[in-house]
């Protein structure tokens, strides 16, 4: 078994900045695809952005140019820079990835961190 675990949610003012970073541990192997999503009252959970084990990123539309993905694969831990923040990236931020252990290749939820954004 793994777990992941979020921190750096936080409120902040239209146009600040939030680090969120995101660390797996347990039973890992080896680290595939991951991503932070996020769910805004009212809608569904959407990927936000993605990373591969190469480095290899994916944004959505509307984070382009505000947000940046990284990962330290040596600390199993992926970040998301996010800058000129906007009252809709109001949500609740949820770390994603594939962990492949052993014998299994299993795709884990963090438990969701809060980023609130007041005009």
């Known amino acids: 078994q793994a777990q992941l675990v979020e921190s750096g949610g936080g409120f902040v003012q239209a146009g600040g900045s939030l680090r969120l970073s995101c660390a797996a541990s347990?039973?890992?192997?080896?680290?595939?695809?991951m991503g932070w999503y996020r769910q805004s009252p009212g809608k569904q959970r959407e990927l936000v952005a993605a990373?591969?084990?190469?480095?290899?990123?994916n944004y959505a539309d509307s984070v382009k140019g505000r947000f940046t993905i990284s990962r330290d694969n040596a600390k199993n831990t992926v970040y998301l820079e996010m800058n000129s923040l906007k009252p809709e990236d109001t949500g609740v931020y949820y770390c994603?990835?594939?962990?492949?252990?052993?014998?299994?290749?299993?795709?884990?939820w963090g438990q969701g961190t809060q980023v609130t954004v007041s005009s």
């Open positions: 994603n990835a594939d962990i492949r252990s052993k014998f299994t290749l299993i795709n884990y």
């Open positions: 347990g039973r890992i192997r080896s680290i595939n695809d």
């Open positions: 990373i591969t084990s190469g480095g290899s990123t």
